[in-house]
């Protein structure tokens, strides 16, 4: 489903055994409707417009996803460096984005 011109993830209900997905050059701007394929491991999600930690607070519900790549969006907010944290068993990431740090003084 890369280079679709997709602007959000649905209809993937009757995709149960789906492992991987590939939606890479696309214009998906939060990540959704993903917890609905279980046996997703494997996502890749590089070049789409994700930018805010609120757009990938879903991933934390895809419970089997080991591989992740989203290199590539709008994300700056350090911030969203933490969802990762709470993935039990993602053990491959790649994410190249333009981060800016966040100093408390």
Same mark, same amino acid.
Do not use: W
């Given at each position: 489903?890369?280079?679709?011109?997709?602007?959000?993830?649905?209809?993937?209900?009757?995709?149960?055994?789906?492992?991987?997905?590939?939606?890479?050059?696309?214009?998906?701007?939060? #990540? %959704?409707? /993903?917890?609905? =394929?279980?046996? @997703? +491991? !494997? &996502?890749?999600?590089?070049? *789409?417009?994700?930018?805010?930690?609120?757009? #990938? %607070?879903? /991933?934390?519900? =895809?419970?089997? @996803? +080991? !591989? &992740?790549?989203?290199?590539? *969006?709008?994300?700056?907010?350090?911030?969203? #460096?933490?969802?990762?944290?709470?993935?039990?068993? @993602?053990v491959n990431i790649q994410y190249f984005?333009?981060?800016?740090?966040?100093?408390?003084?």
């Open positions: 489903m890369q280079q679709n011109q997709i602007k959000q993830i649905e209809n993937l209900d009757s995709l149960e055994l789906l492992d991987t997905l590939n939606l890479s050059n696309n214009y998906i701007s939060k #990540l %959704e409707n /993903l917890s609905c =394929c279980p046996l @997703l +491991s !494997s &996502l890749v999600i590089t070049h *789409n417009c994700l930018e805010f930690p609120d757009d #990938l %607070e879903h /991933l934390i519900e =895809c419970k089997n @996803l +080991s !591989s &992740l790549d989203m290199s590539y *969006n709008r994300i700056t907010d350090v911030l969203a #460096l933490d969802i990762f944290g709470k993935m039990k068993i @993602l984005n333009f981060l800016t740090l966040i100093y408390d003084f």
